[in-house]
Every structure is written in structure tokens, then in C-alpha cells.
């Protein structure tokens, strides 16, 4: 469920946590600062609950629920949104990058989602599953390029992007999808909507070359960081492990190759695999 400012529609779960927590506050006659001094917390981070842009941790929920005489139940309610699940572990994410002012992303084996385009992301999403007519595909896909909307937005974040070679070159969905796919992130450099970097294959071993990060930057909250392994997804917001992700960012951005060494590359290969698939140089992918 996406978040939204339409009253008609349903609230996400962190919306719904959020109004409760003004609702109760406001009853009790509580300011969002006068409950942040109780809980030890700043009257923004207060403002973010409220809003459903950012949801307690659990420490935070037992502190509300001591604060606001609610006997647990707001713990037990942050508690089962944590509950297990492949789509579920990447939910705080999708509801916080519309509000981030930077998002650093590194992607291992795969190109990162909000640059995925149908074809790639429908492969993706299909090899996941042993019966792919079963697995909701249609839904994933839609739900990964909607993401991507922040691109449309001239005061949206500055995005940055770290692939390893390794993701170019594997051929995702045949030649003529991967050629669509690596135009597709070109257009996005050359309209100056994301920063692009890749790591060659020259470079060996790289501060990131375990593990998919993505670290989002705020105006007015704490940066967090995600980090994604096999059907398992963490978000941190620990500052020591949040500096920790940004710093073996920094590191292998640091081995990478130039925006512009990078494009070129990528037009490179978007061109091998173009002769592959039999088909004409056609740089109007958008």
C-alpha cells in the first residue's frame, strides 16, 4: 500500500500508527514537544511519526506507551509491522524515499529498482518464483516503477547510483531488453536526473562487494540506511551503522570509475548488446 495525502484512500501502516499517536497525544493535552522531552526525543522525529513518514522503533513504542498510558499497545502495533515477510522488509523504504533529499544507491548483481525498466524488472521478478502465474508479478512490477516517479519531480532527491559492472553484464531478459534497460538509465544521466557511477571489473575487491546498501538522506530527521540479502531486508537508523554503510559507500565510490568513464561504458555495452539483438542504435529510450 503507497502512501497518500487522499483522505478516500486507505492509510498505510505507519500513517495509521502515526495519527494515533497525535490523537492520543492531543487527548492528553500533550504538545509534540512537551511529549519529545518525555520520551527523549526531538519534536520533529514527533512530527514524523505523526505524519507516517517515520515509524518508532520498538525502544521508541515502549517509551510512547509509558508516556501515553497506552499499556503496550503501541509496541504490540510497531511490533507486528515488523512481521516477517518478502514484502514487507523493503516497506519503510518505499514510504520514506519521496521524502529523502539524497539517495545513495549500490546495486551487486542487479540494476538497482528505481532504474529498472518493465522488461528487466518482470524478469526479476519472475525468476523468483517457482510458479511466476502465482507470484503477483504484475503487482511487483507496477509497484517497483512506481517508485520511480521521484524521477519526474525537478525538487525531488539527488539520486546517486553505484553498479558493479557485473550487473551490466548480465544479460537480463535477452539482448534487446538489456539494450532498452542500460538507454534507459543513460537517458536518465544525460537529462542530469541521476548521478551514475560503475565499478569495473578492474577494480577487484571493493569496500561494498558483499552486500546491497541504500542509504536515504533527510532535511529535518536522522539518515537511515537498507541493507538486502536473500528474502531478508534490514533497515538501520543506529548512527554507528548508518556511518558505517555510508563510509564503505564512500570507499568503493571512491575506486569507481567518472560519470563520464561510466556512461561511455554503459553506451558500450548497451551497443553489444543492440548487435546482439539485431536491432538499430536507438537512443530515445526516456
Not at 519521496?98 to 524478469?123: E, H, K, N, R
Not at 531486508?233 to 568513464?261: I, K, M, R, Y
Request: aromatic fraction near 6%; include cysteine.
Amino acid at each position: 500500500m503507497t502512501r497518500s495525502k487522499d483522505r478516500d484512500k486507505p492509510l498505510t501502516p505507519a500513517e495509521f500508527l502515526g495519527q494515533e499517536i497525535r490523537r492520543r497525544r492531543e487527548a492528553l493535552g500533550l504538545t509534540q514537544a512537551e511529549l519529545g522531552e518525555m520520551i527523549v526525543m526531538s519534536p520533529q522525529m514527533i512530527a514524523h511519526f505523526e505524519a507516517g513518514r517515520r515509524k518508532p522503533r520498538l525502544d521508541d513504542a515502549k517509551r510512547l506507551d509509558q508516556a501515553l498510558g497506552t499499556d503496550g499497545w503501541f509496541y504490540r502495533l510497531r511490533k507486528n509491522m515488523d512481521a516477517p515477510g518478502i514484502a514487507s522488509k523493503f516497506a519503510t523504504v518505499r514510504e520514506l524515499e519521496p521524502f529523502a533529499t539524497v539517495i545513495q544507491s549500490y546495486g551487486s548483481a542487479l540494476i538497482p529498482g528505481l532504474l529498472q525498466t518493465v522488461d528487466y524488472a518482470t524478469a526479476v521478478m519472475r525468476a523468483g518464483h517457482a510458479n511466476p502465474a502465482l507470484g503477483g508479478t504484475e503487482e511487483q512490477v507496477a509497484a517497483r516503477l512506481e517508485r520511480a516517479r521521484i524521477f519526474d519531480d525537478p525538487d525531488g532527491p539527488d539520486t546517486w547510483f553505484l553498479v558493479d559492472e557485473h550487473a551490466i553484464r548480465r544479460c537480463v531478459a535477452g539482448p534487446a531488453a538489456m539494450a532498452r534497460q542500460l538507454r534507459h538509465i543513460a537517458a536518465l544521466v544525460r537529462r542530469g536526473r541521476i548521478r551514475f557511477h560503475l565499478l569495473p571489473f578492474s577494480v577487484g575487491a571493493h569496500a561494498l562487494l558483499t552486500s546491497m546498501v541504500l542509504i536515504l538522506r533527510f532535511a529535518d530527521a536522522p539518515p537511515l540506511a537498507y541493507v538486502e540479502g536473500l528474502n531478508v531486508g534490514h533497515v538501520f537508523d543506529e548512527p554507528a551503522l548508518v556511518n558505517a554503510c555510508q563510509q564503505s559507500f564512500d570507499l568503493a565510490l571512491g575506486d569507481a570509475l567518472s560519470a563520464d568513464q561510466s556512461l561511455a561504458l554503459l553506451e558500450e555495452v548497451a551497443e553489444d548488446y543492440e548487435r546482439q539483438a539485431g536491432q538499430p542504435d536507438d537512443r530515445s529510450v526516456a
